[in-house]
């Protein structure tokens, strides 16, 4: 088993969570801040650079790679935040890309993830 603590980078560790277990088909857990990874077959093991190559993948994909840096000791990988450069900036813009996904109405904010329903809502601005 493969722990990721995510303490120190709470905003990202959704994503991680299923970027890396779709990467490397594992069963991910949550466990408060920490992100354990267990092969789905218990004869196996889970290759921990590659648990690495796909963390620094992931990092590059929301390109926070230069903000985090990632420590290891045995089992156990830490996520750890440097004072980069717009850090601040990056991480805000990231939790905005992640409310792009929705459709907001103009009218009263109200928010969903389905076109469909957003179309049906603004109706009722209309009447
Ligand atoms: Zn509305």
């Keep these: 088993m493969i722990t990721i603590d995510c303490t120190n980078a709470l905003v990202i560790k959704d994503q991680l969570l299923v970027y890396v277990a779709d990467k490397l088909e594992v069963l991910p857990f949550l466990k408060s801040e920490k992100i354990l990874l267990t092969p789905i077959d218990d004869s196996?093991?889970?290759?921990?650079?590659?648990v690495?190559?796909?963390?620094?993948e992931f990092l590059k994909s929301v390109n926070l790679d230069e903000n985090f840096q990632i420590i290891t000791k045995d089992n156990d990988i830490d996520m750890v935040p440097l004072d980069?450069?717009?850090m601040k900036e990056k991480l805000e813009k990231h939790g905005q890309s992640r409310q792009d996904l929705f459709?907001?109405?103009t009218h009263c904010g109200f928010m969903t993830l389905y076109e469909v329903e957003w179309r049906t809502h603004k109706l009722i601005h209309y009447i």
């Design 84 to 86: 980069g450069k717009d």
């Design 52 to 56: 690495l190559s796909a963390i620094t």
């Design 44 to 50: 196996q093991n889970i290759d921990k650079s590659l």
């Design 103 to 105: 459709f907001e109405c």
